[in-house]
């Protein structure tokens, strides 16, 4: 029997996929009005995409916008996650850094998930899954490849190497260049899920090409899909309300 992860009465591993919608404001404003529309929409979990956000590099303000969003949203399951250029987000900043401010948002007690990316020092990912989960916070060991659809071993590879690295849901997403590039993840994903998964894991691949895996994921694996309210976080979202009718008819059928 796998694992499945509860966060706020929402179980992620069980059933239809969950809906996770991103915000990505730059400013606390406009994070409070993304906030406030959300709380009118068919969601799941909700993601702050921290790296869109302009002062992001000033702990004490980021943690000033996350009590403004969880005052606001005080019932949804959570994600904090700042995506790195390299892997897709909207800016670098340094290594050293990108650890303190997840170690310290982390302890305060605001959010449910903290995403990792895997392509960092395992060292600090490992010290940083221990500290999540001392917090009571679940982890995402995530990779994203904006470039190509790896083999289908080497996207195996990378989510049993985030498992391995102790993150409760591994997460890939690929680009596809190609329609079978498509089917090279989604077979990924049911190997993944049928041999080595032992909790749920998070696949898709992007842009207008993938956009089958966003919305199949619980024929193949992945147990949560992310959807666009106001402003997509990556290529190929589907808005929120087409994405909830889409995954109840495919459960419907199965």
Same mark, same amino acid.
């Given at each position: 029997?796998?694992?499945?992860v509860?966060?706020?009465?929402?179980t992620?591993?069980?059933?239809?996929?969950?809906?996770?919608?991103?915000?990505?404001?730059?400013?606390?404003?406009?994070?409070?009005?993304?906030?406030?529309?959300?709380?009118?929409?068919d969601?799941?979990?909700?993601?702050?995409?921290v790296?869109?956000?302009k002062?992001? !590099? $000033?702990?004490?303000?980021?943690? #000033? %916008?996350?009590?403004r969003? @969880?005052?606001i949203?005080s019932?949804? &399951?959570? =994600?904090?996650?700042?995506?790195?250029?390299?892997?897709?987000?909207?800016?670098?900043?340094a290594?050293?850094?990108?650890?303190?401010?997840?170690?310290?948002?982390?302890?305060?007690?605001?959010i449910d998930?903290?995403?990792?990316?895997?392509?960092?020092?395992?060292?600090?990912?490992?010290?940083?899954v221990e500290?999540?989960?001392?917090?009571?916070?679940?982890?995402?060991?995530?990779?994203?490849?904006?470039?190509?659809?790896?083999a289908?071993?080497?996207?195996?590879?990378?989510?049993?190497?985030?498992?391995?690295?102790?993150?409760?849901?591994?997460?890939?997403?690929?680009?596809?260049?190609?329609? !079978? $590039?498509?089917?090279?993840?989604? #077979? %990924?994903?049911?190997?993944? @899920?049928?041999?080595?998964?032992?909790? &749920?894991? =998070?696949?898709?691949?992007m842009?207008?090409?993938?956009?089958?895996?966003?919305?199949?994921?619980?024929?193949?694996?992945?147990?949560?899909?992310?959807?666009?309210?106001?402003?997509?976080?990556?290529?190929?979202q589907?808005?929120?309300?087409?994405?909830?009718?889409?995954?109840?008819?495919?459960?419907?059928?199965?």
């Open positions: 029997m796998k694992r499945t509860e966060v706020r009465g929402i992620i591993g069980e059933g239809v996929p969950k809906i996770c919608v991103p915000i990505v404001g730059e400013t606390i404003a406009q994070l409070e009005e993304e906030a406030e529309l959300l709380k009118s929409i969601l799941d979990v909700v993601e702050w995409r790296d869109f956000f002062e992001v !590099e $000033d702990i004490e303000k980021v943690k #000033e %916008a996350l009590h969003i @969880r005052a949203l019932a949804a &399951p959570l =994600i904090f996650t700042f995506r790195s250029a390299k892997e897709g987000g909207e800016k670098e900043i290594t050293e850094y990108y650890f303190k401010m997840n170690k310290e948002i982390l302890r305060t007690g605001l998930i903290v995403d990792v990316e895997l392509f960092s020092n395992e060292y600090e990912i490992k010290a940083l500290e999540a989960h001392r917090n009571n916070v679940f982890v995402i060991v995530s990779n994203h490849d904006f470039d190509k659809t790896p289908r071993e080497e996207i195996i590879a990378r989510l049993q190497k985030a498992q391995d690295l102790g993150g409760d849901i591994p997460k890939i997403a690929v680009m596809p260049n190609s329609i !079978e $590039d498509v089917l090279v993840l989604l #077979e %990924a994903t049911n190997t993944m @899920r049928k041999k080595y998964a032992k909790g &749920p894991i =998070i696949t898709m691949s842009a207008g090409k993938g956009v089958i895996s966003r919305l199949a994921g619980e024929v193949f694996g992945s147990a949560l899909t992310f959807g666009a309210a106001k402003k997509a976080s990556a290529p190929g589907v808005p929120v309300k087409e994405l909830r009718d889409i995954l109840n008819l495919i459960h419907s059928g199965l």
